[in-house]
């Protein structure tokens, strides 16, 4: 541990690998492999969570489709469409749709900004 670097921040202190003797580095890898060991399980649980929960979210959306397909099966035909002129649009705005073709119709409706 002869060029050993402490952080001051949290007090750790960085060996650089190439200064370590062959003990320490044995000393270091038998830490790691304890901590990686101590922590399977919980991680294993954490995954186990997680399968669960995707499995959940994947259960609700296929539910969800499944309702989507009955109400669109039992769904009545859609009707004709109404051209009925609308009872609340203004006179000028109105226009024949047997009389005169969609493109004319569309010249005729002159859109304007209102002042406030």
């Known amino acids: 541990m002869a060029n050993a670097k402490t952080n001051v921040s949290d007090g750790s202190t960085t060996i650089d690998p190439q200064e370590m003797s062959k003990k320490e ?3 270091k890898r038998k830490e790691i492999t304890k901590y990686y060991s101590e922590n399977i399980p ?9 399968e669960l929960l995707r499995d959940i979210e994947k259960t609700r959306a296929e539910r969800l489709q499944a309702q989507m397909y009955i109400a669109q099966t039992m769904a009545p035909e859609p009707e004709k469409e ?26 005729q409706i002159k859109r304007t900004l209102k002042k406030s």
């Open 82 to 107: 109404d051209d009925t002129p609308i009872a609340n649009m203004p006179s000028d705005m109105r226009v024949d749709t047997n009389a005169i073709s969609g493109a004319e119709a569309a010249q």
């Open 42 to 50: 919980s991680l294993k649980t954490q995954l186990e969570y997680e």
């Open 25 to 27: 580095l044995d000393n």
